[in-house]
């Protein structure tokens, strides 16, 4: 599940490389309290700081980052100062984004009508082992940012020579000021290409008992998931 990124010699020294998303956690995760009152039940409640599968999501994978600062005004507008070094391949683009048509979303509803669909620009090709494809789209959980991402899957072991970029939809209107260089704009997950397969059914006698137990005990305790059915990750990534 190994992933290589590539770039322009040429640019190696001016773009943040893809990242271990494990390594990029959201400030607000850090520092967001561990517990907060709730109106509701007029108790303090832990927040989502103790919730292991949403951390996990936020740290899978890796990242890829905006190369330079994207000042955004009203509009939207999108301006940038950055100017990388010419390479030798004289069709890279050299700017941090890029536009889609608004025609080309029509009737899929993503989009305010009119609305061209950004396109963040991406300098790294992207290679899987045989059998591994990617699922590229928005970082997990991050509503804080003023895109959204779509989501799309990449055949990269076939694929490894291309250049994957990632459209997405404005959505901060309200927005005016600098996205940085550095913001995550897409999250990579690998994904290896087999035939799904599932099984529906219902809890027979003794998995009813089981998830009975575990309820008592979730409710009972603090941390049960975390303690007992975490899987232990080695690394970033």
């Known amino acids: ?114 609305r061209r669909f950004l396109k963040f620009l991406n300098f790294w090709t992207i290679e899987t082992k045989p059998g591994v494809s990617l699922l590229a789209g928005h970082p997990f959980n991050r509503h804080d940012l003023p895109f959204i991402t779509l989501t799309g899957m990449i055949d990269t072991d076939l694929y490894g020579a291309g250049l994957a970029h990632f459209p997405a939809i404005w959505r901060g209107d309200d927005f005016v000021g600098v996205l940085p260089r550095g913001t995550p704009v897409a999250q990579l997950i690998p994904l290896r290409r087999k035939p799904l397969d599932a099984t529906v059914s219902v809890l027979d006698e003794p998995a009813l008992q089981a998830t009975e137990q575990l309820r008592h005990e979730l409710d009972a305790q603090t941390g049960v998931y975390r303690k007992r059915f975490r899987a232990r990750r080695d690394g970033a990534g």
């Open 1 to 114: 599940m190994r992933f290589t990124f590539r770039c322009p010699p040429e640019l190696q020294a001016v773009l943040p490389p893809p990242v271990a998303a494990a390594t990029c956690l959201p400030p607000w995760l850090k520092s967001m309290p561990g517990t907060a009152f709730d109106p509701d039940s007029g108790t303090a409640v832990r927040t989502l700081k103790h919730c292991p599968p949403l951390i996990d999501a936020l740290g899978l994978g890796y990242l890829i980052l905006l190369p330079a600062d994207l000042q955004v005004g009203p509009g939207p507008s999108f301006t940038w100062d950055w100017s990388p070094p010419p390479t030798r391949l004289p069709g890279l683009p050299r700017s941090p984004v890029s536009f889609h048509a608004a025609a080309q979303g029509e009737g899929a509803g993503l989009a305010p009508p009119g």
